[in-house]
């Protein structure tokens, strides 16, 4: 196809009008209208010589079987060239403008809701985590429809925002990876990188509608009103509204919920303990910095959360490294800590390493029946001999969560894959060594 020159081809004035028009009407850029004309060539010299498709193109989704302007230009191709079009043949002359950039006038009734439900079961399966249903059908039919049909038509997508989708939302992009790699086998066809980050997005959203609540920021009274009116604009422009910002007095601060409270802002030091991140008046105008401390701030508070049996281990090694000998080492020791019965370590799921990024990076869990917490074991394992950081993670995710526990399945994974994105900078260019002096400042391992 690449090969074939539209130039040479002339079409009657009448299909070049109906082309103009669906350009129009469905914003199709330069590069998909070219591919739609050598569609609308290779369609036509095939026909003439016999050939015609005689079955559906498995998976693939036309959703302008029944369109005014491609029933016309059906016909203006009989007049012109005298060949008749089978349904099948439609499909594969309309798929470039079934690849995306434009909303669907109707939904395709068939195997999309199915395959959608499958994939949501599956990501349940490897995280214990529910994605909401609704939210996806009615937010991600679209998109998954183009995704599929730009799969099955080898299509990718031009641009790329992986990078900053996994950085910004570690535990959505990595969902959107499984799915990724359930939907290959599921259509038994390639999914271009490039659709990961996409698809991070949208499961980000669903993340976002169902459970996260907007951010609670707090401003201790002071006699300087003017200074904190500059603060909440400050903080109202940071977070684009969504916030919600409360007056604290100054003698509350020690008994303020973390779950009531995202950051406090105060023009002075606070001198009373709170796990609560202060942010003083003086850095406000540094988003940068206002970010990091708060993001810093739900890391700690992770950490802390009474909810969350919290288990931070380093281990210097001599030797080579094995990950089923320390995977049942650690189920042992957990065993023998009372946090974990033999039921739970029949039942762990082993997730496989190539899915975070690292060839030695492991994140074992299963549901804990034993403990209304969750229990995050994480183990960083560093092997002098060989020079590589096993890093595994077991996860117990209690047998009932409760609605407001919720949200904490998706802090714990955001929280493992920064520490995953850390350690994956050590096999760069970084020491191990000052990784791990980074790791302890953040709090995430002791000594």
Same mark, same amino acid.
């Given at each position: 196809?690449?090969?074939?020159?539209?130039?040479?081809?002339?079409?009657?004035?009448?299909?070049?009008?109906?082309?103009?028009?669906?350009?129009?009407?469905?914003?199709?850029?330069?590069?998909?209208?070219?591919?739609?004309?050598?569609?609308?060539?290779?369609?036509?010299?095939?026909?003439?010589?016999?050939?015609?498709?005689?079955?559906?193109?498995?998976?693939?989704?036309?959703?302008?079987?029944?369109?005014?302007?491609?029933?016309? &230009?059906?016909?203006?191709?009989?007049?012109?060239?005298?060949?008749?079009?089978?349904?099948?043949?439609?499909?594969?002359?309309?798929?470039?403008?079934? &690849?995306?950039?434009?909303?669907?006038?109707?939904?395709?009734?068939?195997?999309?809701?199915?395959?959608?439900?499958?994939?949501?079961?599956?990501?349940?399966?490897?995280?214990?985590?529910?994605?909401?249903?609704?939210?996806?059908?009615?937010?991600?039919?679209?998109?998954?429809?183009?995704?599929?049909?730009?799969?099955?038509?080898?299509?990718?997508?031009?641009?790329?925002?992986?990078?900053?989708?996994?950085?910004?939302?570690?535990?959505?992009?990595?969902?959107?990876?499984?799915?990724?790699?359930? &939907?290959?086998?599921?259509?038994?066809?390639?999914?271009?990188?490039?659709?990961?980050?996409?698809?991070?997005?949208?499961?980000?959203?669903?993340?976002?509608?169902?459970?996260?609540?907007?951010?609670?920021?707090?401003?201790?009274?002071?006699?300087?009103?003017?200074?904190? $009116?500059?603060?909440?604009?400050?903080?109202?422009?940071?977070?684009?509204?969504?916030?919600?910002?409360?007056?604290?007095?100054?003698?509350?601060?020690?008994?303020?919920?973390?779950?009531?409270?995202?950051?406090?802002?105060?023009? !002075?030091?606070?001198?009373?303990?709170?796990?609560?991140?202060?942010?003083?008046?003086?850095?406000?105008?540094?988003?940068?910095?206002?970010?990091?401390?708060?993001?810093?701030?739900?890391?700690?508070?992770?950490?802390?959360?009474?909810?969350?049996?919290?288990?931070?281990?380093? /281990?210097?090694?001599?030797?080579?490294?094995?990950?089923?000998?320390?995977?049942?080492?650690?189920?042992?020791?957990? $065993?023998?800590?009372?946090?974990?019965?033999?039921?739970?370590?029949?039942?762990?799921?082993?997730?496989?390493?190539?899915? !975070?990024?690292?060839?030695?990076?492991?994140?074992?869990?299963?549901?804990?029946?034993?403990?209304?917490?969750?229990?995050?074991?994480?183990?960083?394992?560093?092997?002098?001999?060989?020079?590589?950081?096993?890093?595994?993670?077991?996860?117990?995710?209690?047998?009932?969560?409760?609605?407001?526990?919720?949200?904490?399945?998706?802090?714990?994974?955001?929280?493992?894959?920064? /520490?995953?994105?850390?350690?994956?900078?050590?096999?760069?260019?970084?020491?191990?060594?000052?990784?791990?002096?980074?790791?302890?400042?953040?709090?995430?391992?002791?000594?």
């Amino acid at each position: 196809m690449e090969s074939l020159n539209i130039s040479e081809y002339h079409f009657s004035r009448k299909i070049e009008y109906l082309i103009k028009k669906s350009e129009d009407h469905y914003f199709i850029d330069t590069k998909k209208s070219d591919l739609f004309k050598k569609c609308l060539i290779i369609t036509v010299l095939r026909c003439q010589k016999g050939i015609h498709i005689t079955s559906p193109i498995k998976n693939y989704m036309n959703q302008f079987q029944n369109i005014e302007w491609v029933e016309d &230009l059906k016909n203006y191709i009989f007049e012109d060239y005298k060949v008749n079009l089978t349904r099948y043949d439609t499909d594969f002359l309309i798929f470039p403008f079934n &690849l995306g950039d434009f909303k669907l006038s109707h939904y395709y009734e068939g195997s999309v809701s199915y395959i959608l439900d499958r994939m949501i079961n599956e990501i349940y399966k490897e995280y214990q985590f529910y994605l909401d249903k609704n939210f996806i059908n009615n937010e991600i039919y679209t998109h998954f429809i183009y995704m599929i049909n730009r799969s099955i038509f080898k299509s990718p997508i031009n641009i790329s925002i992986d990078e900053k989708i996994e950085l910004n939302y570690p535990f959505a992009y990595q969902i959107a990876k499984s799915a990724c790699v359930y &939907l290959e086998k599921e259509l038994n066809t390639h999914i271009f990188y490039q659709e990961i980050g996409f698809l991070a997005l949208y499961f980000q959203l669903a993340i976002r509608a169902k459970y996260d609540a907007p951010k609670i920021i707090g401003i201790i009274k002071t006699p300087e009103t003017s200074m904190m $009116k500059i603060a909440e604009d400050k903080m109202r422009e940071m977070f684009k509204g969504d916030c919600e910002i409360i007056e604290v007095n100054l003698s509350d601060v020690g008994s303020l919920d973390i779950s009531k409270c995202s950051a406090l802002i105060s023009a !002075f030091p606070i001198e009373e303990q709170t796990d609560i991140p202060v942010i003083q008046l003086n850095n406000i105008f540094d988003n940068d910095y206002i970010e990091k401390r708060v993001d810093e701030g739900q890391r700690q508070n992770l950490i802390r959360n009474t909810n969350v049996d919290y288990s931070p281990h380093f /281990v210097l090694e001599d030797g080579e490294i094995s990950y089923e000998t320390y995977v049942s080492k650690i189920l042992n020791r957990m $065993k023998n800590e009372g946090k974990v019965n033999n039921d739970f370590i029949k039942k762990v799921i082993d997730t496989k390493k190539e899915k !975070f990024g690292s060839d030695y990076t492991f994140l074992p869990h299963g549901v804990n029946q034993t403990s209304m917490k969750f229990i995050v074991d994480l183990n960083i394992i560093y092997s002098q001999e060989i020079n590589k950081v096993l890093f595994i993670t077991v996860l117990g995710i209690p047998e009932k969560i409760e609605d407001e526990s919720n949200y904490l399945i998706v802090q714990i994974y955001d929280f493992l894959f920064h /520490v995953i994105h850390l350690l994956n900078q050590a096999s760069k260019n970084q020491s191990i060594y000052s990784i791990l002096e980074e790791i302890k400042r953040e709090g995430i391992i002791n000594g």
